[in-house]
């Protein structure tokens, strides 16, 4: 029902910079939910960030400081802004949906994904 798609990836060098957008589509759909997760080869799927549909924000520890996750409501998009990249940052970055259906069933949507790649 949702489709999300990721951008704003790209190859960095430390403590630079990046700013990822997420854009979901579809139809007969209501947002709760959005968040940013990032998966390193190997390792497992993370919570990067989330916001609620009443703005209210977390991060994991690895991103407070750093990271700043917004939405825009009337543009169905969310964004991370990522300061101060580390390597260890480096990852893809997975957008994430929590919303409601056109049958009012509560569901999670996935984008495919967006390479960040901070270099030492």
């Known amino acids: 029902q949702v489709q999300l798609v990721e951008s704003g990836g790209g190859l960095v060098q430390a403590g630079g910079s990046l700013r990822l957008s997420c854009v979901a589509s579809?139809?007969?759909?209501?947002?709760?939910?959005m968040g940013w997760y990032r998966q390193a080869p190997g390792k497992q799927r993370d919570l990067v960030a989330i916001?609620?549909?009443?703005?209210?924000?977390n991060y994991a520890d690895s991103a407070k400081g750093r990271f700043t996750i917004s939405r825009d409501n009337a543009k169905n998009t969310v964004y991370l802004q990522m300061n101060s990249l580390k390597p260890e940052d480096t990852a893809v970055y997975y957008c994430k949906a929590n919303y409601f259906d056109s049958t009012f069933r509560l569901l999670d949507a996935w984008g495919q994904g967006t390479l960040v790649t901070v270099s030492s």
């Open positions: 579809g139809s007969g759909f209501s947002i709760n939910r």
């Open positions: 916001i609620t549909s009443g703005g209210y924000t």
